[in-house]
Every structure is written in structure tokens, then in C-alpha cells.
């Protein structure tokens, strides 16, 4: 499409994928400068989901300054319906890729996908954080947009310590997780964050889907075609670029749980992981989410973001 100037920015939109190809090392080092999850917002969610779902035409909105891109707007078309929306389900935030605050960027965006629809009659834009990009573009360009909340997420917003931490849950629980502690110690497990550099990136996808199918069996999600072959395609990329934290439960040489953590602006999020079945008794998922949260205060994050749903387990931890 050709470029619509508005002052000093001009707007373009990209429906090919070899042309979002082209933008993804300037899309990615605008994302690691915004405050957008550095793992849901990559140019690799976006172009995986598209190239294995054929059922969406991409529809990237790009805004630049002087030249440079300063917004990306990554948007999909559903021809069937006359929508267009975030790339995946898979994605537990979306956003618009621009730097915080940058009203002009966002709201611009917003509004050349408005007064620009080709191919679509209306937006659904989900899975936004309050403080979105895409919340602040919206009210800052004051348009009539239809909002709804129509889910939550379940956090821990980090205190100075882990101790701190732990005396604002209950007895129970901090007794329960110090028994599975001194279980992991009799058993010689031990957590480990797997490292790139060491861990081969392209075994982490299989790993994953390994510990996850034995927990689940056929009623994993990930059982079905396509979710699994995105994880086989995204997950080594997002491991190897740093975009995901991978947390390990090891006994000896033998994996037992395994906890992939996406990276925010300023949190981990556990988005998903698995563990053997037999390993239940261990309470490796409590373990594991003990590990990732240390690991957030040790990064002096801000928050431990346990993402969508509404399971007892995410109560138990979120403050």
C-alpha cells in the first residue's frame, strides 16, 4: 500500500510476509525499547502464526518517523468474518510495538486503521494490559471504541523480598511449600535455568512437548497439530534471543519439570510447562514457580505474572 503522510510520520501497511520479514530486526529492537512483552509482541509470534495458519492474511500497520519505524500495529485479517485481530490465541498480551508514551505513534496507528479498512469492517483488539499501548492510543485519540473487560490475569506484584514475599501467604501455604522443599532435598532435585549457550535452543520445543503430553496425555492442548508445531518453530527462536527464561526440575540427568517464563518489560510470566506424571507427588509445579519467582527478585523485577485463567493454584500464589 502506498505511504499516507501525517507530518513528520507516514504509515504503511504490509500484507506479505516476505515484506514482515524484511522489518523484523527493526521491529524487534523497537519492541525491546517499548514496554510490550518482549516474547508475545516479536516479529517471530507474528510470522509463525501466520505462516502456519493460511486461513489469515497479515495486515502490519507501521508508522515511521523520520524514516525509522517508531509503531507496529501486527494485525491479521479473518477474510471469512471482516475482522481484523491480534495474530494468535497462543498470545496472552497484545499490543502496539512503540515506545511508552509516544501518544502521537500509537493513537496514529489506531487511527490509519480505523479510516484505512481494507478488507475488514471492524477491529477486535483483546488481551490488552490496562496499561497498554493500545489503551493509552485509544483514549488518547478519543474515539468511540467499544471496551470490555472479558477476562483478568493473576500476578505477584513483588515486594523487597522473597521472605517479605511469603508472610503474606497464608500458614498453609508456607508450610506446604516448605515440606516439598525438604522433599526435593531428600529426592536430590535440584532447579536449574537452562542457558542457551549450554542447552541446545532446539531441544527446548521438544522437551516442552515431551514433559507436557506425559502430564496431560490427550487432553494436552498442545496434543493438536497446531498449536504443537508452533511451539516446535517459536520456542527455540525465543530461547536463543533471550526473549524466554526456561526453568529446569532436574533429578540426576533426568528431567522432571520444565517451566517456560516469557519476558515482560519489567516481569517474568510463566506462560506454560509441563511435568512427568509420576513426578506429582513432588509438587514440581510449586517448585518451579518458587524458582522463577526468586529468580524475578534476583532480577529486581517488579512483578510474577501467572497470565490468563482463573485456576486455584494461580490464587494460591497472587497477591
Known amino acids: 500500500m502506498a505511504l499516507v503522510e ?11 510476509l516476505s515484506m514482515i520479514e524484511a522489518i523484523a530486526g527493526e521491529w524487534d529492537s523497537l519492541l525491546d525499547r517499548s514496554p510490550c512483552n518482549r516474547a508475545f509482541s516479536c516479529s517471530q509470534w507474528f510470522i509463525i502464526s501466520c505462516s502456519l495458519d493460511r486461513s489469515l492474511t497479515p495486515r502490519v500497520l507501521v508508522a515511521r518517523r523520520e524514516g525509522e519505524i517508531a509503531g507496529v500495529l501486527p494485525l491479521v485479517l479473518h477474510n471469512d468474518a471482516g475482522t481484523a485481530t491480534f495474530a494468535t490465541e497462543l498470545s496472552d498480551y497484545n499490543d502496539i510495538v512503540a515506545r511508552e ?4 505513534i500509537v493513537a496514529g496507528l ?20 490496562s496499561d497498554s499501548n493500545c489503551l493509552r492510543g485509544a483514549q488518547a485519540l478519543a474515539h468511540n471504541f467499544n471496551h470490555q473487560l472479558t477476562g483478568t490475569t493473576q500476578y505477584v506484584q ?5 521472605e517479605e514475599y511469603l508472610n503474606t501467604r497464608s500458614k498453609n501455604f508456607r508450610k506446604s511449600l516448605r515440606r516439598a522443599q525438604r522433599n526435593a532435598d531428600e529426592c536430590d532435585l535440584t532447579i536449574r535455568e537452562l542457558d542457551p549457550a549450554s542447552f541446545p535452543p532446539e531441544d527446548v520445543a521438544e522437551l516442552f512437548l515431551s514433559l507436557n503430553l506425559d502430564r496431560w496425555g490427550a487432553d494436552s492442548y498442545y496434543h493438536l497439530p497446531f498449536p504443537q508445531s508452533f511451539v516446535l518453530k517459536l520456542l527455540p527462536r525465543l530461547f536463543a534471543e533471550g526473549r524466554m527464561r526456561v526453568f529446569a526440575l532436574i ?8 517451566d517456560l517464563c516469557m519476558i515482560g518489560k519489567n516481569s517474568l510470566c510463566t506462560w506454560n510447562g509441563g511435568f512427568l506424571a509420576g513426578s506429582e507427588r513432588l509438587s514440581p509445579g510449586n517448585l518451579l514457580i518458587a524458582a522463577g519467582i526468586e529468580r524475578a527478585f534476583a532480577l529486581k523485577l517488579t512483578e510474577y505474572d ?14
Not at 6 to 16: K, N, R
Not at 112 to 119: C, F, K, L, T, V
Not at 251 to 258: E, T
Open 110 to 129: 489506531l487511527h490509519y486503521a480505523i479510516s484505512h479498512q481494507d478488507g475488514y469492517k471492524r477491529m477486535v483488539l483483546s488481551r490488552l494490559r
Open 251 to 258: 533429578q540426576g540427568d533426568k528431567f522432571l519439570g520444565l
Open 6 to 16: 501525517a507530518g513528520s510520520i507516514t504509515y504503511e501497511a504490509l500484507d506479505q
Open 101 to 104: 508514551n509516544d501518544e502521537p
Open 306 to 319: 501467572l497470565l490468563r485463567g482463573d485456576e486455584s493454584y494461580k490464587k494460591r500464589w497472587a497477591n
Open 158 to 162: 513483588l515486594p523487597p523480598t522473597f
